[in-house]
């Protein structure tokens, strides 16, 4: 079992940046891919960045690459997004996904049996 809790999250002006936090507990981390979602009104929740069990593999939607840095860090159980250079687009909630099955969480869903786990979010708000 684990529990992700989100934390980062607030209101930045255009331009500016934001590191998100999501911090595991139950259980270790480091046998999970992760990955940031985002869900904006009105809009499917989307994946932002994702990250291999080992940080071999790392993925970034096309319109957040060159900005966004996905990293983990297992001695702390955690999860990170830095987000640079935020446009007003990036306004959304903002959630961690651990995810035993990297496929499920890199491509979408497929049938499986292995249970996966979400924070509750955390609200970014880009001013403009």
């Known amino acids: 079992q684990v529990h992700l809790v989100e934390s980062g999250g607030g209101l930045v002006q255009a331009g500016g940046s934001l590191r998100l936090s999501c911090v595991g507990s139950g259980s270790t981390l480091s046998n999970y891919a992760m990955g940031w979602f985002r869900q904006a009104p009105g809009k499917e929740r989307e994946l932002v960045a994702a990250i291999t069990w080992d940080g071999s593999i790392t993925y970034y939607a096309d319109d957040v690459e060159a900005r966004f840095t996905i990293s983990r860090d297992d001695a702390k159980n955690t999860l990170y997004l830095l987000m640079n250079s935020l446009k007003s687009e990036a306004t959304a909630v903002y959630y961690c996904?651990?995810?035993?099955?990297?496929?499920?969480?890199?491509?979408?869903?497929?049938?499986?049996?292995?249970?996966?786990?979400w924070g509750q979010g955390t609200q970014v708000t880009v001013s403009s």
């Open positions: 996904n651990a995810d035993p099955d990297w496929v499920r969480l890199r491509y979408g869903s497929r049938p499986t049996a292995e249970i996966n786990y």
